[in-house]
């Protein structure tokens, strides 16, 4: 059974810049989540995907938007990088009914994100 | 809105000591999972126990044990005979009934010294 895997490591940006981070879900879960954590913390809930489809986002901007894929990987992309953008972005995986019980979710090892 | 607060910020305990991490947590929901998650400094956050509204059973894992009290809102933590290894951030988070919008406390870091 494969893990939550998330690429890059690290990434630094520049503000103003668009970036883009990914995840592979761990081997038959079908739901992903994407959390920002801030130094010091606790994670920030952004948005959630279910079946390719959004299932409930956070209070983030729409500059933080999407994607996942038929395999259930995911997206992150944010576009015009803010100096507050810098944080570890945490993806994390469940199985899941769209309406039914949250189970518990899987997390990667986080993308670093500096924005300079 | 779903809340949780964590009071401790910071605690330290000398190794095979006992520890608590308290956690409450304010929702309108009938129908929430809570949830324990540590981060060790690795930074990998690590799935510990789930916990339905329903069930306000306490549960044993190990040097684990959760004490989830609803008329107090609160689901708290105890590692009995801690160890070294047990240092690490620890978040206690909230979840309505349709997995979304979890909401994370803002951790606990528990340092164990030898």
């Known amino acids: 059974e494969t893990g939550v895997t998330q690429s890059p490591t690290h990434l630094i940006k520049t503000r103003g810049q668009q970036v883009t981070l990914r995840c592979s879900s761990q081997?038959?879960?079908?739901?992903v989540s994407w959390y920002q954590q801030a130094l010091g913390q606790g994670p920030q809930f952004i948005f959630q995907?279910?079946?390719?489809?959004?299932?409930g986002r956070g209070n983030f901007p729409p500059r933080f938007s999407g994607l996942q894929f038929p395999n259930y990987s995911s997206e992150l992309n944010v576009n015009a990088l803010e100096l507050d953008d810098s944080a570890l972005y945490l993806c994390?995986?469940?199985?899941?009914?769209?309406?039914?019980?949250?189970?518990?979710?899987?997390f990667g090892p986080g993308t670093r994100l500096t924005v300079t | 809105a779903q809340k949780v607060t964590q009071a401790q910020t910071e605690i330290s305990v000398v190794e095979k000591e006992d520890v608590t991490l308290d956690c409450v947590y304010e929702?309108?929901?009938?129908?929430?999972?809570l949830f324990w998650y540590k981060q060790p400094p690795s930074g990998e956050l690590v799935f510990l126990i789930r916990r339905n509204s329903f069930d306000e059973q306490n549960e044993i894992s190990g040097r684990y044990s959760w004490n989830f009290q609803k008329s107090t809102s609160s689901f708290n933590f105890t590692i009995t005979a801690s160890q070294v290894v047990d240092s690490a951030v620890y978040f206690c988070a909230l979840s309505g009934n349709y997995g979304q919008n979890f909401v994370f406390g803002p951790g606990t870091r528990l340092s164990v010294l030898p």
């Open positions: 995907y279910y079946r390719e489809e959004e299932n």
């Open positions: 081997s038959g879960h079908n739901t």
């Open positions: 929702t309108r929901d009938t129908t929430y999972y």
């Open positions: 994390a995986s469940s199985w899941g009914l769209a309406g039914g019980p949250s189970y518990e979710q899987y």
